[in-house]
């Protein structure tokens, strides 16, 4: 019986130590696993990290595009503008032109007139 107890306790040994190798191996995997979770862990903070900085540059994109609409606003508005200037001065070109060709006119029928007075003396 002695012998079968030692038997026993042999078999129940081996599978102690079966079992002790398998919780290491599954300690080992776990381990393992932890790692890889922690260079996910480290590799999704970079991507956050990257976010952040695209997100700042993203709103100063949006406040440079905000200045730049603005600018454009103000230049139509000048070219508005300046177009009622030249329409004004082709106004004013034309006036004068008008009044040139009235004043030439008159210069010739003066010079008429002095040529018959001449003429008469």
Known sequence: MDKEIK?????????????????????QKLTSIEKRQDGMDQKLTSIEKRQDGMDKRLISIEK???????????????????????DKMMHMVADIQGKATRLTSEVEEHDEVIKQIKAIK
Do not use: C, H, P, Y
């Open 64 to 86: 440079r595009q905000d200045e730049i609409f603005v600018i454009q606003r103000a230049l139509e508005e000048n070219i508005m503008v300046t177009r009622a200037e030249q």
């Open 7 to 27: 038997e026993m306790f042999q078999i129940i040994l081996e599978k102690l130590d079966g079992m002790d190798r398998r919780q290491d191996g599954m300690d």
